[in-house]
């Protein structure tokens, strides 16, 4: 069963069923729409840069400044990557310097905002705990207390996408 929702594939077989009993019927979509009828309008990366900096601003001014945050058209969700955080070290003038970026998929300038909430939490939440353990959830549920709701959310949108053709999978 998991092999046919790969971004489900954590979760019980009785959500899963749940899931292709709803795409079955083809109501899957309907199901999410009804839920999150409308799309943000973080639609560049300026405008995205904002909502990302009021974000750490609120949850995380005492982190390392974000010297990039961009939409990505290179992440590929087919790769569990929805959104990459890097740290970047150079050397500039014999001096290292270092800088913190924030990139997220461009799958996400059109969805609904609490799923680019979830992936911006999700990023920031990295600028302080690099693996996903025990205290990186901790953060990301304080900043964004139904966090875990929102992930698998976001993992049924991918599912429907999947299912409607519009993600690309190699699976």
């Not at 749940?18 to 839920?35: C, F, N, P, T």
């Not at 840069?49 to 590929?76: C, F, G, W």
Request: glycine share 2%; charged share 25%; proline share 4%.
């Amino acid at each position: 069963m998991s092999d046919s929702l790969p971004y489900l594939s954590h979760y019980s077989p009785q959500i899963q069923q749940q899931i292709i009993a709803l795409i079955e019927k083809k109501q899957l979509g309907d199901w999410l729409r009804s839920k999150y009828p409308t799309i943000h309008e973080i639609s560049n990366d300026s405008d995205l840069r904002e909502y990302v900096i009021a974000l750490k601003n609120r949850y995380m001014k005492k982190t390392q400044p974000l010297s990039k945050i961009v939409y990505d058209s290179k992440i590929h969700i087919i790769n569990q990557a929805l959104g990459l955080h890097s740290y970047v070290s150079r050397v500039q003038g014999g001096k290292l310097k270092s800088k913190n970026e924030l990139r997220v998929s461009t799958l996400f300038k059109q969805t609904p905002e609490p799923f680019l909430n979830m992936i911006v939490v999700h990023e920031l939440a990295h600028l302080k705990e690099k693996q996903h353990d025990k205290a990186f959830y901790q953060l990301c549920q304080h900043m964004l207390p139904n966090y875990h709701q929102l992930e698998f959310e976001v993992r049924v949108y991918l599912t429907e996408l999947d299912c409607s053709g519009k993600v690309f999978n190699t699976n």
